[in-house]
């Protein structure tokens, strides 16, 4: 199995100021042992596709239960 990529945004987005909801989704990753690139328009973690489906839930899970309103993910898998 490949690598694939993970892009989310998650709202309400307030600029600087990431809030309760982005910060639990970001929790929820780094608990997954992975590394997070907090960007200024989404985040990005990349982990074994087989990984995948756990970890996104886990971050739309503790999103939603944090306050989000709308949690956006994009999963890439990277060319080999």
């Given at each position: 199995?490949?690598?694939?990529?993970?892009e989310?945004?998650?709202?309400p987005?307030v600029?600087?100021?990431?809030?309760?909801h982005v910060?639990?989704?970001?929790?929820?990753?780094e608990a997954?042992g992975c590394e997070?690139?907090?960007g200024?328009?989404?985040?990005?973690?990349?982990?074994?596709?087989?990984?995948?489906?756990?970890?996104?839930?886990d971050?739309v899970?503790?999103?939603?239960?944090s306050?989000?309103?709308?949690?956006?993910?994009?999963?890439e898998q990277?060319?080999q």
């Amino acid at each position: 199995m490949g690598d694939v990529r993970i892009e989310f945004t998650i709202e309400p987005f307030v600029d600087g100021n990431p809030g309760p909801h982005v910060l639990a989704a970001w929790q929820a990753i780094e608990a997954h042992g992975c590394e997070l690139v907090a960007g200024p328009f989404s985040s990005t973690v990349d982990v074994a596709s087989g990984r995948a489906h756990e970890l996104v839930g886990d971050l739309v899970q503790a999103a939603f239960a944090s306050g989000a309103t709308r949690v956006n993910v994009q999963v890439e898998q990277h060319e080999q």
